[in-house]
C-alpha cells in the first residue's frame, strides 16, 4: 500500500508543493527497517517520548521483531523521500464487540514536518486498513499533558473511552516486567 499526495498546506506551508508518500512498512525490506528506527529513535529522544535514546539492541533488532507479528501493522510517512512520519499499531480484539480493533501504539512527526498534516494522514491509512479487516475501532493512548496530540486526535475523531459518566474514562496503566 502507497499513497502519494502533493498539496499545498496550510498558512506555514501555503505556498509550497511536497511530495508526500505514505506507506506500510515492510519490516525486512532494509531502507524501511532503517527508516522505522531513524523516526522511533526520535520519538524516544523526544520528550514526549520520554527523552531516551533506544537501547542498541532495540535499533539493532526492532524490525525483524516486528516482521515475527502477523498482528503489528507501522505506517512511514516521507516529505520530499526524507523519512518524516512513523505510526506502529498492533491489532488486537474488542471482547465487547467480538471484532478485532488496531491500536495505535506510537504515533510521531518530526519537528520540522509538523504542521503538515501528517499524522491525520497516516491515521487515515491506518482507518483503511481497520475497515479491510472488519475492525470495530481504532485506539491509542496519548500522555495527559500532550495538549497538541490531544488537539490532533480530537480532530481526528478520537476522545476518552468511557462506558457512562458515572464510572468515569478509562485510565491506561502499566507494569513493568524484567
Not at 524501511?32 to 535514546?53: E, I, W
Not at 526524507?82 to 506510537?106: Q, V
Not at 475492525?135 to 478520537?158: D, H, I, M, R, W
Amino acid at each position: 500500500m502507497s499513497a502519494i499526495i502533493a498539496d499545498n498546506y496550510d498558512k506555514k506551508y501555503k505556498h509550497m508543493k511536497m511530495n508526500i508518500k505514505i506507506d506500510k512498512i515492510d519490516y525486512l525490506n532494509k531502507n524501511h527497517a532503517r527508516d522505522l528506527t531513524f523516526l522511533l529513535n526520535k520519538y524516544a529522544c523526544d520528550k514526549m517520548g520520554g527523552a531516551t535514546p533506544l537501547g542498541q539492541n532495540v535499533l539493532d533488532n526492532l524490525a525483524a521483531e516486528l516482521s515475527k507479528l502477523p498482528h503489528a501493522i507501522s505506517i512511514i510517512c516521507y516529505v520530499d523521500n526524507k523519512p518524516a512520519g512513523l505510526i506502529n499499531c498492533f491489532e488486537a480484539f474488542s471482547t465487547f464487540y467480538c471484532k478485532p480493533l488496531i491500536n495505535i501504539h506510537d504515533v510521531m512527526v518530526l519537528e520540522e514536518f509538523r504542521g503538515l498534516g501528517l499524522s491525520h494522514k497516516m491515521l487515515t491509512e491506518v482507518e483503511k486498513i481497520a475497515l479491510s479487516k472488519g475492525c470495530c475501532k481504532l485506539t491509542l493512548e496519548v500522555l495527559s499533558q500532550n495538549k497538541v496530540a490531544k488537539s490532533s486526535y480530537k480532530k481526528y475523531g478520537f476522545d476518552d473511552y468511557s462506558l457512562n459518566a458515572e464510572t468515569g474514562h478509562a485510565l491506561f496503566w502499566q507494569k513493568i516486567l524484567n
